[in-house]
């Protein structure tokens, strides 16, 4: 290529790439016009002074400790309030307000109370007229946007506020407190799970895309809610790795792009007819042997029918062979776990590993293999554990 032809080809990407990030300028302000769900946003807010004890906390989505309270103290004490809590009126003469947003904040000038030994008062901004309903979005959308709860806090909170006004759809509840719809849409299925699988995405001992997986598992057949609960319970103790625990919902990943053609080139390499004892030297391989190169490396060169050459990588090699040992070594569990009942799904399931992941998928059932063989390999028998004794 010219260098004429190259410069306007850049130039045209240039071009490109700026009427892309001008169309996605254009979609962001249309959405920033939209009319507001409510009109929140428009209600008059106010200052007061008063003590901590006025104010009633509101039932926070998040649960557990408050993470930093100690520094926010020390800030608050070294240069004063910034940000006054949000609280809006109630009609209780003992606590006369609620507190809408600023959890951590309240906490903080407790301490700062304490510390001084005497309440004071503290400045508020009260918001007149705030629903029940505006309440809660308004806690749910600064501690969205603080940190992205976790999924099943967060999909509790977007079901209290939508049962408030069960006009809202998700996508409206969504766009209340800034966060992505899908996200949002695949929070509140997790509420849909069995209780035991809900709680263990709550401890954090199923990952957000694995429980929904398990949920669609369940949604389509594949797999029973006690089932499923089983297999999470085994994941969670150690026993099955998020790979195996997705197939034993099933999830059938994708084939990779190039999947008809590795295929076709690993059936090559295994039903290839015999080579002519003869001409040795038209193996790649056995050329190597013969020429002392290292056979541990990147080179698996097959010869095709017109005089081609088709590699094959290391880690493709990888795939084909642990595909084979889950068909023909693989105990009936192992198997079962991982909805395997012929050979296509061997290797479709070794195939939708990592290339990283596969040899040592490999290793691991290879291991396996091995305590249950009665008569392993000679330089095995002294392992401890490993098949009969000699």
């Known amino acids: 290529m010219s260098v004429d032809k190259l410069q306007d ?3 045209e990407v240039a071009q490109m790439q700026e009427e892309t990030a ?4 254009e979609v962001l302000a249309a959405d920033l016009r939209r009319a507001p769900v409510a009109d929140t946003a428009g209600k008059p807010h106010r200052t007061i002074t008063a003590p901590l004890s006025a104010v009633r906390p509101m039932t926070n989505m998040r649960t557990g400790p408050l993470t930093d309270i100690h520094e926010l103290a020390v800030s608050i004490r070294e240069t004063g309030l910034l940000h006054p809590p949000l609280v809006r009126a109630t009609e209780d003469d003992d606590q006369p307000y609620e507190l809408l947003a600023g959890q951590r904040r309240l906490a903080a000038m407790a301490l700062v109370d304490d510390a001084e030994g005497e309440p004071q008062d503290w400045r508020f901004t009260v918001i007149d007229g705030i629903s029940r309903r505006e309440a809660l979005t308004m806690q749910f959308a600064e501690n969205f946007h603080q940190s992205k709860p976790e999924p099943v806090q967060f999909a509790r909170a977007a079901r209290r ?6 006009s809202l759809t998700a996508a409206e509840v969504s766009r209340l407190v800034g966060a992505p719809i ?3 849409r695949k929070a509140l299925r997790l509420l849909e799970l069995p209780q035991p699988i809900v709680e263990r995405v709550e401890r954090g001992d199923l990952s ?3 429980a929904d997986l ?3 598992g369940i949604a389509r057949g594949d797999v029973s809610a006690d089932e499923a609960s089983e297999l999470v319970e085994q994941h969670a103790e150690g026993a099955l790795t998020p790979a195996q625990l997705k ?3 099933g999830y059938v990943p994708p084939p990779p792009e190039n999947y008809d053609e590795l295929s076709r080139g690993l059936d090559e390499a295994r039903f290839r007819p015999p080579r002519d004892p003869d001409d040795r030297n038209d193996d790649p391989e ?3 042997w013969e020429s002392g190169a290292d056979p541990s490396g990147p080179v698996h060169a097959e010869r095709t029918g017109d005089g081609g050459e088709r590699r094959v990588r290391d880690a493709d090699l990888d795939g084909y062979l642990l595909g084979m040992v889950l068909f023909r070594a693989a105990d009936d569990r192992r198997r079962s776990v991982l909805r395997i009942t012929n050979e296509a799904d061997a290797y479709q399931y070794a195939f939708s590993l990592r290339p990283a992941e596969r040899l040592t998928a490999l290793r691991s059932l290879a291991a396996e293999v091995l305590q249950t063989d009665p008569d392993p390999p000679h330089a095995l028998r002294d392992v401890a554990g490993v098949g009969r004794s000699v």
């Open 9 to 11: 080809a850049e130039e």
């Open 286 to 288: 056995q050329r190597d």
């Open 22 to 25: 001008r169309t996605q300028r």
């Open 161 to 166: 506020i939508m049962a408030e006004d069960e």
């Open 182 to 184: 899908a996200w949002t």
């Open 214 to 216: 398990v949920r669609r």
């Open 247 to 249: 197939h034993g919902v």
């Open 208 to 210: 957000f895309t694995s």
